[in-house]
């Protein structure tokens, strides 16, 4: 893998590291130059519309975490002849485990993400963040209708 498919599949990896860790302020930053398609009458969700999203569903205990292990996996990078943008197939999978609720599958997808190179850096463009295929049991991660 060349370096900026280094440098881009590690923004995937990051979402995954801020998510887990409760971070929810800094995995919506992420987003703050991107469009990301969203389920519903929504459309499309800003970077405030991503935290107003996650801080309305996702659970957050105690920890400060939601519990969970998120996994990107069979990153596609395609990058194009300008070497300026991106894109990018992969599958994510989540995982959880709380008191009384043993680790196991919760959520499985795809991801399929546009980037940018700006000022030197990568940055992300468009996800769309629509594309939910396996649904286990998200009694324990999610509260509400998402």
């Known amino acids: 893998m060349n370096d900026t498919a280094v440098e881009i599949t590690n923004l995937l990896y990051h979402y995954c590291e801020l998510m ?15 469009r990301v398609k969203v389920a519903g009458d929504a ?3 800003s970077e405030a519309g991503m935290l107003a999203l996650w801080r309305r569903h996702v659970i957050i205990y105690p920890d ?6 998120h996994v990107v ?10 070497g ?3 894109k990018v197939r992969s599958y994510y999978s989540v995982y959880q485990a709380t ?3 043993p680790l196991q599958l919760i959520a499985a ?18 996800r769309d963040y629509t594309l939910f295929d396996l649904q286990g049991d998200l009694s324990h991660h999610l509260q509400g209708r998402v």
């Open 109 to 126: 997808g795809r991801y399929q993400d546009e980037f940018e190179r700006h000022e030197g850096r990568w940055r992300f463009a468009y």
């Open 73 to 82: 996996s069979n990153p596609i990078v395609e990058i194009d002849a300008t």
């Open 43 to 45: 459309g499309f969700a």
């Open 99 to 101: 008191e009384g609720f």
């Open 20 to 34: 887990d860790s409760g971070r929810l302020e800094e995995a919506a930053a992420l987003f703050r130059h991107a």
């Open 64 to 69: 400060g975490t939601p519990r969970t292990k």
């Open 84 to 86: 300026q943008r991106a």
